[in-house]
């Protein structure tokens, strides 16, 4: 069974940064991607963007594109997300999941972390 946990949300105001961390346990961790979505108050879950984790490939939603940087580091099983020039827009709470194959779809969520940009 693979946990994930989400950290380094908080409150930031328009312009900051963050940087979020999604720390996976569970032997045996080997996913073929790890990936970020948020979801807004009254909206649908969206993706973010993900990282292959051998290659590390990533990609993104083409409006996030230039202020959002995934990364990871294999040997502490952690994905983050850098998280540039913050709008108040980018508000939502912040979760990373596992796509174990290129054919599956994503699992095993994280319980999230919250981010609020205050304009």
């Known amino acids: 069974q693979v946990r994930l946990v989400e950290s380094g949300g908080g409150l930031v105001h328009t312009g900051d940064s963050l940087r979020l961390s999604c720390a996976a346990s569970?032997?045996?961790?080997?996913?073929?991607?790890m990936g970020w979505f948020r979801q807004a108050p009254g909206k649908e879950r969206e993706f973010v963007g993900g990282?292959?984790?051998?290659?590390?490939?990533?990609r993104y939603v083409d409006s996030m594109k230039g202020r959002f940087t995934i990364s990871r580091d294999n040997a502490r099983n952690t994905v983050y997300l850098q998280m540039n020039s913050l709008k108040p827009e980018d508000t939502a709470v912040y979760s990373c999941?596992?796509?174990?194959?290129?054919?599956?779809?994503?699992?095993?969520w994280g319980q999230g972390t919250q981010v609020t940009v205050s304009s």
């Open positions: 999941a596992v796509r174990w194959s290129s054919f599956a779809s994503y699992g095993y």
């Open positions: 569970g032997r045996s961790f080997n996913p073929y991607e």
């Open positions: 990282i292959t984790w051998s290659g590390g490939s990533t």
